[in-house]
């Protein structure tokens, strides 16, 4: 029993398992484990009840296994089983066990013959087994029965490779005995994923169903398509034994009688049968987790430090604990407030490079949006100039006037800082729903107590619309205010001296730095597909141009549009489009860009569409005012037959109503932040840090406030299990110890070593005085056994063993030219003291990656 760290193995992968399985992580890390694999009705289910002694697995014609079945045997002195999704109910009898395979079955696949590769979890606890972790997976079909779907082939093949593909699963290859080797789904699918045959351990069954006069001796001895872990005969038991009852021990002693009295199986009896292919798979699960353990490791600990945040705030719970609410409450009213703070002042740690914060959207509504807005509002020119001159005749009355009147001025700019209020007011709506969202992002923090999180969401936004309505008050006072008084000594006013001097300069205002790149980008030109498609371009805006470019290179130039009588123009996205449009065009009815005459340009956001409105403004490129069709169509002498006093008293108004509105706008692009941010945001981050919580605990019962949500307690409980598992895992395999005695995996086998030719020259053959009895396997020491030894441990596998000599003294085992059978030791080979624990094969080499060291395995795991 000097094994004991190895025999521990087994069960520590049963526990992540089932710790995985019931948190719905298992596809993070990949467990060591066997799947069974094979066609159907080769026997695949009935080696898994020879293993238990008992029936308990759903049987019948066709596909019968529908769901993989992760079979866990634990050795123990009780006998019974239990399910996973029926925690604490303990099966002891078996037939109850196959009732709830089928319903739990049919409860995700339904009761046609479809599948589904969510596994059932069965633990069976026995004296007669070893501990042993197998996957019974579907059947492998060709053709559709019943109301299957008719790509179930596929959907079996998939399922199957979900499992067989990773690394560290084993592969158990089932394949009848009384079908072509050679044709068999198993080893053509295990072939596909263990090139190599790294992984693959072939179950050969119904051997005692082959024609009379043929037996599977090649096979077994690993002649015919070998594998490096080679192959083991079965004997099940037949329809007509199920059928009446035969007991599975009985079974048992019949395949051991078998393969005793079988000339073809007599010599290799030893090596075949359930109970050797249990303890085989024992020992080569057992090992073959011991080589996964260091990857094993790695990944448990990268598991251990992601979760390690996570579980922090866990990991001092405490349920009964009266103060734990309290803390709570206040730790979270406390994060929201900081949370909400970082969004709208900006942070520099944990910055978010895929989405703009609260404050950064806010930001553009102040000095892109609202701009554009107030500009949309302002130039409208045909409009204003008929204005100023019904203002101008209505003051004259009959009179004729030789005098541009100041109340035509003051009108006018009064009738134009009253529009302000609209974009204003609509620049509040705006900031306010930005601060909404940015409440509701914050407040996911508090998705644990959705009761909590409710009451801060319905108070927080209580409160900013009340500082709506006085932010909006403010700024109409603002503007109130400016209506109370037209400054017309304002420094920045150029007064009437200077306004008809003005109207030669308005011709060249516009371009003051012609060189000046305002904007660079990516822009999609809308075009029609039968004028070559939609494509992206890389512009370049500047003060005087707008060119555009095959890549941000800007090597390549498609074309240079001056902006000289361009407008921008709004238009509907596409029915079909994700991306929002805007479009240039000329005034004077000219084609833009080739015969069109506008272009249609495409962003992937509308923030992307107003930003770039912006730009343009700034180059001087104004968007388009709606014209209604009013007096002018009707009254068009009013504004053609003008007299030239009266034009030149409109211009000079025009422009001083220019210069006081540019003023004005100025002041109010400048305050409206201010009080937008002193008002409102200010206002709520004093509410959130000094009131909210008072708020809070007026609003009801701290208790039902602090109410945790089933999803948020099952989740901590789910997350504290896994991590406790994964803890205790490494403190698992830090206990095994890495020397433990353990047998390799086999060496490669390959089939360069078998001669073309079947005679081949004699100085290549061993003399036959050297060759072993057939009864003998070669390193083994003592009297050659007579009759066939009793049944006992035998801790090596099915593939032929490496020879301990030279080939020129003894006869490799495995050499179908040698005559001996490959035959496995009932002992451990005595290997002399002065040589390693392990002795290098000098056979010739097969594989690259083949070892070299193969050691005998302790007998202790066998017993």
């Not at 467990?31 to 159907?40: D, E, M, R, S, T």
């Not at 009705?41 to 596909?63: C, H, T, W, Y």
């Not at 059928?243 to 009985?250: F, L, N, Q, T």
């Not at 500009?375 to 409009?383: A, P, R, S, T």
């Amino acid at each position: 029993m000097g094994n004991r760290g190895m025999e521990d193995l087994i069960p520590l992968i049963n526990k992540l398992q089932d710790a995985f399985s019931s948190i719905g992580q298992s596809c993070n890390l990949d467990l060591p484990q066997i799947a069974v694999v094979g066609g159907q009705s080769a026997g695949k289910s009935s080696v898994l009840e020879n293993f238990v002694g008992r029936d308990f697995l759903p049987r019948g014609s066709g596909i019968v296994t529908r769901r993989p079945l992760i079979l866990q045997l634990v050795n123990s002195k009780a006998e019974y089983a239990e399910f996973l999704h029926c925690k604490g109910r303990k099966f002891v009898d078996f037939d109850e066990v196959r009732l709830e395979i089928e319903a739990e079955t049919d409860r995700i696949t339904g009761s046609n013959k479809g599948i589904s590769s969510i596994p059932i979890n069965l633990r069976v606890y026995s004296p007669n087994v070893l501990n042993l972790t197998l996957i019974d997976l579907p059947g492998m079909t060709k053709v559709a029965v019943g109301d299957q779907p008719q790509d179930i082939e596929h959907q079996i093949r998939d399922m199957l490779m979900q499992f067989i593909t990773k690394e560290s699963c084993l592969i158990l290859a089932v394949t009848p005995a009384n079908t072509d080797l050679a044709n068999s789904d198993a080893l053509k699918i295990s072939k596909e994923v263990d090139p190599q045959g790294l992984r693959t351990i072939g179950v050969i069954t119904k051997l005692d169903l082959m024609d009379e006069g043929t037996d599977a001796r090649d096979i077994l001895e690993n002649k015919l398509l070998p594998l490096r872990r080679g192959y083991i005969g079965v004997v099940n038991r037949s329809q007509k034994d199920i059928d009446g009852k035969k007991d599975i021990r009985a079974a048992l002693a019949a395949e051991r009688k078998f393969f005793l009295s079988h000339p073809g199986y007599r010599h290799i009896a030893e090596r075949m049968g359930t109970s050797h292919l249990q303890k085989t798979l024992n020992q080569q699960l057992t090992n073959h987790i011991r080589d996964t353990l260091p990857g094993l490791r790695s990944k448990l600990q990268s598991q251990v430090l992601s979760l390690e945040k996570e579980v922090e705030e866990y990991k001092n719970f405490r349920p009964d604990d009266p103060t734990r609410k309290t803390k709570a409450l206040l730790q979270m009213v406390q994060q929201f407030g900081v949370d909400f703070e970082k969004c709208i002042e900006g942070s520099g740690d944990q910055v978010d490079t895929s989405n703009l914060s609260g404050g950064a959207k806010i930001n553009r509504i102040f000095h892109e949006r609202f701009p554009f807005e107030l500009v949309k509002m302002e130039f409208d020119e045909k409009e204003l100039r008929r204005e100023i001159s019904y203002a101008i005749k209505n003051i004259h009355g009959v009179r004729t006037g030789l005098f541009t009147p100041d109340l035509a001025f003051e009108a006018i700019v009064k009738k134009q800082i009253i529009k302000l209020k609209e974009p204003c007011l609509k620049c509040i709506d705006l900031v306010i729903q930005e601060l909404i969202n940015t409440f509701r992002q914050c407040t996911n923090k508090l998705g644990s107590y959705p009761r909590l999180r409710e009451e801060t969401e319905r108070i927080v936004t209580t409160y900013v619309r009340e500082r709506d309505s006085k932010t909006k008050d403010q700024v109409l006072l603002l503007i109130d205010i400016e209506l109370s008084y037209i400054n017309t000594n304002h420094e920045d006013f150029i007064g009437f001296a200077n306004a008809q001097q003005r109207t030669a300069a308005n011709a060249t205002k516009k371009r003051v730095m012609p060189n000046q790149v305002i904007r660079r980008g990516w822009l999609t030109i809308n075009i029609s597909i039968m004028k070559g498609g939609s494509k992206d371009y890389w512009f370049v805006l500047t003060a005087e141009s707008l060119s555009w470019y095959k890549d941000e290179e800007e090597k390549e130039k498609k074309y240079m549009l001056p902006l000289d009588n361009l407008k921008l123009r709004d238009v509907e996205k596409g029915f079909m489009s994700s991306k929002h449009v805007f479009a240039i065009f000329n005034t004077e009815q000219r084609n833009v860009y080739k015969d069109l005459r506008q272009i249609e340009l495409a962003c992937d956001t509308q923030e992307d569409v107003d930003s770039w409105k912006a730009s343009f403004l700034r180059a001087g490129v104004y968007p388009e005012k709606d014209q209604p069709e009013s007096e002018d169509a009707m009254n068009p002498s009013d504004t053609v037959s003008m007299d030239p006093q009266l034009e030149r008293q409109v211009e000079t108004i025009r422009n001083l109503v220019d210069s006081y509105i540019g003023i004005v706008n100025k002041s109010i692009r400048d305050l409206m932040p201010k009080t937008i941010m002193h008002l409102m945001i200010n206002s709520a981050k004093d509410f959130i840090h000094s009131e909210l919580l008072a708020y809070l605990y007026s609003a009801g019962d701290q208790g039902s406030l602090m109410e945790e949500s089933p999803e948020q307690a099952q989740r901590r409980d789910e997350m504290l299990r896994m991590y406790h598992a994964l803890k205790e895992a490494l403190v698992l395999i830090g206990d095994i110890t890495t020397t433990t005695i353990s047998t390799p995996v086999p060496p490669p086998v390959d089939d360069k070593w078998i001669p073309k030719d079947p005679s081949p020259p004699p100085a290549s053959r061993p003399a036959s005085a050297t060759v072993a009895p057939p009864s003998r396997p070669p390193g083994v020491k003592g009297p050659t056994p007579g009759p066939p030894p009793p049944l006992n441990p035998s801790p090596a596998f099915g593939a032929p063993p490496v020879p301990s000599r030279p080939p020129g003294q003894t006869a490799y085992a495995g050499d179908p030219n040698s005559g001996v059978v490959p035959l496995i030791p009932s002992r451990p080979a005595r290997v002399p003291p002065a040589l390693p624990p392990g002795i290098p094969s000098r056979r010739p080499p097969a594989a690259p990656n083949r070892p070299t060291v193969i050691r005998p395995s302790e007998p202790s795991l066998l017993d």
